[in-house]
């Protein structure tokens, strides 16, 4: 056999309408997208950025425009290009970028057109478009000088003849440029400003400390500021703060501050807020910061035996990594993900179990509270509690209702289903979930320790009732060995 063995090299050039469509599909959401270029703007200092979405059916588009540095004409097109800089080129400390890849891949997965108009103080004004159409039909990286005259006159609108500043303009958005998709259609209409609802609260969060108190950023969607949302609601009294850890990694140090939120009914008309824009369960867990900019927003990093339960809705624990970090925390190009390296895990499981623990006693706390404060007029219509690490979950007798169905007064019917209305409406779904220890075997177990005659008892009233009801002796057997939990039991209906 015969083998090309030739020196030299093949250039093997990706093609571009290829790379295109792999970069689309990336995975970005729209309010991920939309982060990546308020990160390019805060990167080139701008205290101002204005997001706006603007409905015209399928000429529909979103922009961003800031007050920074502003770009030249080498600067734009070079952050034009795709990749152009790697993660290990240096970096001021306010660069929250990585890849070179963001503005690229961002706008290549919402939109079909990015046009980028630029302009640095003392300069004129710069404008290049990628068009992905132009690329995939000639084969060709073609970044295209200005724009086509829609695009001119809505970068018109958005300039704002600031000294300096850029405006990312995203049009033919994929969602939207569609047949079909008309200016009056009310209902993609709808969905279009209930996407851009969820970019405020994206933003609100990502981008929290810089919108809180510290007046580094102004930052509106549609000409509405955005208010910062810190998970951690640091203002409130009572959160409990535990003791913040610098953790050494390698070379540098990551800061560990756990917090755990007050009960829900002490946050009252905040508790709405204060659950953050993905609800109580699944903002609960750490949140990773790089250079104040969040990355992760509740989360439990993967580790082992920590799953989301609504008994650690209170647990939120903030974890900074410096940005010479990236890398070992293998944060990804949407920075949306992070991997926490192998020398800090230990110390997450361990900071997480303790804050994972008080937040558990916060609402078990809460619960016993509200028991002693009713006193004894207030009582639970079911009574839950663990003996020998065994769950029981068992009416109780003593409540009045219970009493009065037991003694069977003239009106048991009516108290009857009065009853099986309360029991329905009652069941301590919450104290089950804050006693139930997701990692050990404490199911309850039907008539666990209770006497034969107990449940012979309770079937009995079952059988009678069946054939009270129409059932032959026989059939109400059979139906009775298939009732649970007489269908795990044996007795009288197995004969």
């Not at 425009?65 to 770009?71: A, E, F, I, S």
């Not at 001119?152 to 500043?165: F, I, K, P, Q």
């Not at 301590?428 to 990692?439: E, F, T």
Request: with cysteine; aromatic share 6%; glycine share 10%.
């Amino acid at each position: 056999m015969n083998h090309d063995v030739t020196p030299g090299y093949d250039i093997a050039s990706p093609d571009p309408a290829g790379t295109v469509a792999s970069l689309r599909s990336l995975g970005y959401s729209l309010e991920a997208a939309v982060a990546d270029l308020v990160d390019n703007s805060v990167s080139a200092g701008a205290r101002r950025v204005d997001v706006v979405f603007s409905w015209d059916g399928r000429d529909s588009w979103v922009a961003v425009v800031d007050d920074g540095r502003g770009m030249d004409r080498d600067e734009l097109v070079t952050a034009m290009r795709v990749a152009a800089r790697g993660p290990s080129t240096d970096r001021t400390v306010h660069d929250l970028g990585r890849f070179g890849m963001g503005l690229k891949t961002a706008s290549f997965s919402q939109a079909g057109r990015l046009t980028v108009s630029s302009r640095p103080a003392g300069g004129a004004i710069t404008v290049r478009t990628w068009d992905l159409n132009v690329v995939a039909e000639t084969g060709e990286w073609r970044l295209l000088h200005g724009a086509d005259a829609g695009t001119r006159e809505v970068l018109g609108r958005l300039e704002d003849g600031s000294e300096s500043g850029t405006v990312v303009l995203w049009r033919s958005l994929h969602r939207f440029d569609l047949d079909g998709v008309v200016v009056d259609d009310a209902v993609v209409q709808r969905q279009f400003y209930v996407e851009m609802g969820r970019v405020e609260a994206h933003l609100a969060m990502v981008f929290g400390r810089f919108l809180s108190g510290r007046g580094r950023l102004e930052l509106t969607v549609n000409g509405t500021s955005l208010t910062g949302w810190d998970p951690f609601l640091r203002t409130h009294p009572g959160v409990q703060r535990l003791p913040a850890e610098e953790i050494p990694v390698g070379s540098h140090s990551v800061r560990i501050e756990p917090y755990v939120l007050p009960h829900p009914k002490r946050l009252e008309k905040d508790a709405d807020q204060a659950a953050g824009p993905a609800g109580w369960l699944d903002q609960q867990g750490f949140y990773v910061y790089r250079r104040d900019r969040l990355i992760l927003a509740g989360d439990w990093l993967g580790i082992r035996t920590f799953r989301r339960d609504e008994r650690y809705n209170l647990a939120r624990i903030a974890v900074d990594v410096p940005a010479e970090a990236d890398s070992d925390w293998a944060i990804d190009v949407r920075k949306s993900a992070a991997v926490p390296p192998v020398g800090v895990r230990r110390h997450l499981q361990r900071i997480g179990q303790r804050t994972r623990t008080l937040a558990a006693e916060v609402l078990s706390h809460r619960g016993r509270i509200n028991a002693r404060a009713h006193g004894a007029e207030f009582v639970y219509a079911w009574r839950v509690d663990k003996t020998d690490g065994r769950i029981r979950c068992r009416i109780n007798r003593e409540h009045p209702l219970v009493r009065e169905v037991l003694r069977g007064g003239p009106d048991g019917a009516v108290d009857a289903r009065a009853l099986v209305r309360l029991l329905e409406e009652t069941v301590p779904v919450a104290a089950l979930r804050i006693m139930h220890d997701v990692d050990t075997a404490d199911d309850p177990e039907p008539f666990l320790g209770a006497a034969p005659q107990e449940v012979t008892a309770v079937a009995e009233r079952i059988y009678a009732s069946l054939v009270h009801q129409g059932r032959t002796p026989h059939e109400a057997k059979q139906r009775l060995a298939v009732m649970s939990p007489f269908d795990q039991l044996d007795g009288f209906w197995r004969a």
